[in-house]
């Protein structure tokens, strides 16, 4: 019988119920015949910090921060990589063996490897990308687009005063456009981006007009619920090449399951199907 500690990781948010995450690594965990596990954990925001200071005493080494945490988790953690303090949110917590907190965000490099990985041919010097939405996952996105290249992005949001401040914040590379009018600009797109929950199982469907939408046009929507959302759909019609929001979810776990457990795991056809279970 071995005295070595079993590894704990979880998802930490509220709700959290209906979490992917402990499926994708817990799939991980038995690919790689690794002893550790991955739980969901439902925190309320009143009891986040005395929570995060109580888990790596209980043999936590880290933990996602989902909904609606993200932000919070900032002024929490010990030590905010760049990334993080650039999107001014985390969702990838590492506990030191002194019980400090590291805070990191994955998400922007799980949005870009997945396009990469879906769509090889884009490249994004090739021309603007159009994003909808000005939440928190567009900070991901858009952070990580400017890092990559883009050389402009035009950004639409249902509230303007949002996407004026991300605009402020983030530099001249952004043009904001009026919701009413973002259906004008998707033919200048070279990437287009739903960052939205519009056209969620649940949610009002997204009503912009695709009209103008070029083959040549790379689309991605973040919402995974659908797997292929009407935007997808109509994009696909299109001829244009065509990238769904899971493979998102999956690669911005990568990086904290090797700090967690050792290993880099794969993103594998087996990795969507323990996702999609």
Known sequence: MSD???PLAGVIGNPVAHSRSPLVHGHWLKKYGIA??????HVETTELE????TLPKMGFVGANVTIPHK?????????VTDRATLIGAANTLIFRPDGSIL??????????TNLHQSAP???????????????GASRAVIASLLEAGVPEILLSNRTRERADQFR????????????????????????LVNTTSLGMVGKPRLRVPLDGLRKDTVVTDLVYTPLKTEMLQWAEDVGCTTV????????????????WFGTRPEVDDGTREAALA
């Open 168 to 191: 402020n914040e983030f530099g001249s590379r952004i043009k904001v456009v009026d919701w009413v009018q973002v259906g004008n600009v998707v033919e200048q797109a070279a990437l």
């Open 71 to 79: 932000e919070q988790i900032m002024e929490i953690a010990d030590q």
């Open 50 to 53: 005395q929570v995060l200071r």
């Open 244 to 259: 769904d929001g899971l493979g998102m979810l999956l690669h911005q776990a990568v990086p904290g399951f090797e700090r």
């Open 4 to 6: 070595a500690k079993i």
């Open 103 to 112: 805070a990191d965000n994955t998400d922007g490099y799980g949005f870009l």
């Open 36 to 41: 550790g596990h991955y739980v969901p954990l």
């Open 121 to 135: 041919d884009w490249d994004p010097a090739s021309g603007p990308a159009v994003v909808f939405g000005a939440g």
